[in-house]
């Protein structure tokens, strides 16, 4: 993702429920009209490439790097550059594809599942990290990152494929904050229940706080999809090149204000 690409802003869509109401199971992603985001604007100069957005508890927006461990924080009302840190000095290089907020923790992985753990920076700031291999990169590539309250554990969604096991499903894994472990067998969906042709390839992955879903971006193939988490596909939708080209990053918050 180059500087000229917008990161763009989908609000919810009028005459929806755009407030948490309890025991609702219906979709996340009827809320949004994609093809007309309320908002976008151009990257920060700085950010030549993101692979991921989140949200801290306060409503601010980190994204990050894609080939280093530094993180910046965007004021998504101007569209400006607030300020960047760093995992290590010199920063920590890696393929980096996912990015979430936990609490006073900012948590990094790369391709490979590897887990990079440390607090908010001040601008220029080079902080202590802590790692974690998860394992995950044995049985697939990891693209996303987000957490699951509710079990306090972090979801890393798979790009591809490594494991006979795996072939022609996208599978989720479950990693526990509080053990620091992975937790037993991935969800898995199969492929063709996404996209009957031309496959479904995860670029990034958040959880919808209202139905307690998981969003799905496929960059590649310019999709969005909801999925339960047991696997269910709930519903899809398209993404036009023109509103969220190389969708990579996506973020929801607290008034369900979607950013991708």
């Given at each position: ?15 929806l ?8 199971t219906?979709s996340a992603?009827?809320?949004?009209v ?13 950010l ?17 790097d ?37 609490g ?5 992985v ?17 902080v ?10 044995r ?10 309250p509710s079990?306090?554990v ?8 490594r ?22 067998f ?13 496959g ?8 919808d706080p209202?139905t307690g879903?998981y969003?799905?971006l496929?960059?590649?193939e ?19 090149r023109e509103?969220h ?16």
């Amino acid at each position: 993702m180059d500087a000229r690409v917008a990161i763009t802003v989908a609000t919810v869509g009028l005459g929806l429920v755009a407030e948490p109401i309890a025991g609702q199971t219906g979709s996340a992603l009827g809320r949004y009209v994609f093809d007309e985001p309320a908002a976008d604007w151009r990257l920060p100069g700085r950010l030549r490439e993101i692979s991921g957005l989140a949200l801290t508890p306060d409503g601010r927006l980190f994204a990050h790097d894609d080939e280093r461990a530094v993180i910046y924080e965007i004021d998504f009302v101007e569209g400006e550059f607030v300020k960047g840190w760093a995992f290590g000095d010199p920063p920590e290089r890696g393929d980096f594809e996912g990015i979430e907020v936990v609490g006073d923790r900012v948590w990094l992985v790369t391709s490979d599942g590897r887990l990079y753990e440390g607090r908010e920076g001040e601008d220029d700031e080079r902080v202590l990290f802590n790692t974690y291999g998860t394992g995950v990169g044995r049985a697939c590539e990891v693209e996303g990152l987000v957490h699951e309250p509710s079990n306090d554990v972090l979801l890393l969604v798979c790009k591809t494929a490594r494991t006979a096991e795996l072939e022609g499903t996208i599978a989720i894994y479950r990693w526990s904050l509080e053990a620091r472990a992975l937790l037993d067998f991935p969800i898995t969906v199969p492929r063709d229940e996404l996209v009957a042709e031309g496959g479904f390839s995860p670029s990034g992955i958040e959880r919808d706080p209202v139905t307690g879903h998981y969003l799905l971006l496929a960059a590649r193939e310019e999709r969005i999809a909801e999925i339960d988490p047991t696997g269910r596909v709930i519903e899809m939708s398209d993404l036009s090149r023109e509103a969220h080209p190389q969708a990579e990053g996506i973020a929801i918050g607290d008034d369900l204000t979607l950013f991708i």
